[in-house]
């Protein structure tokens, strides 16, 4: 396993915002530099790819995925949804009036947390592209959107906006454990300054090595 490091993209430390990574593929802006592509590759062990999300390099904003499917806002363009076609099984446009589904869905294999009130048909489309058994929302009066928390099938990392009771669907809908935590030196706005996968993670460049400790156990089971 190649471990977890620091990385900026465009000189900012919000690479969560610029890239998504699975099991499969890392997702990095059109036209990014060799040498960042290089360091992903490394780190996360999959085959980088480059591509916009709604014509946009802000990738890791405009969609919600697992490792079996992945959601595309209404206006994600053909190019966009073909490429997606090579590395997800199951690849569907929800066709709602919200763009940013990465702020809006958090999603692993088990399931997903919906930080809205997407129509039945919505829900029915999320749970099928993405296969999940488990549709959960936050607790009444937590409005708090999904860059405030980061999930994958190995673990969750919240913010310390969320409740306990947060935390306790977190466990239940995910099926996995996770805790409190930070990044790019206090940020609560995890899902910006983080992406992992099941060999290794990238935290953004400002994330202290306390931050980085916990994402280490969560994620792989160290202690620091």
């Known amino acids: ?64 995925f697992n490792e079996k499917g992945i959601l595309l806002p209404w206006n994600s363009t053909k190019e966009e949804r073909d490429k997606m076609t090579s590395y997800f099984e199951n690849v569907e446009v929800l066709k709602s009036k919200y763009n940013v589904l990465g702020n809006l869905i958090s999603c692993n294999s088990n399931g997903a947390v919906l930080h809205i009130n997407f129509n039945e048909e919505e829900i029915n489309i999320i749970k099928e592209t993405l296969k999940v058994k488990n549709i959960s929302f936050l607790p009444k009066g937590e409005n708090y959107l999904a860059s405030f928390l980061y999930v994958n099938d190995k673990g969750f990392l919240a913010s310390n906006y969320f409740s306990e009771k947060a935390l306790e669907i977190f466990k239940n809908t995910f099926n996995t454990n996770g805790d409190y935590g930070s990044v790019n ?17 990238i935290v953004g460049g400002l994330t202290t090595g306390v931050e980085i400790g916990k994402i280490d156990q969560i994620f792989f089971g160290k202690n620091s």
Not at 13 to 36: H, Q, R
């Open 1 to 64: 396993m190649a471990g977890i490091d620091r990385a900026f993209i465009f000189n900012m430390e919000i690479i969560g915002a610029f890239s998504i990574a699975t099991n499969k593929v890392c997702f990095l802006p059109k036209g990014i530099d060799k040498k960042t592509k290089e360091f992903f590759k490394e780190i996360l062990e999959v085959e980088v790819d480059e591509t916009t999300i709604a014509e946009s390099n802000l990738i890791g904003i405009f969609v919600a």
């Open 185 to 201: 030196r206090g940020s609560k706005i995890i899902k910006l300054g983080l992406i992992c996968n099941n060999k290794g993670g």
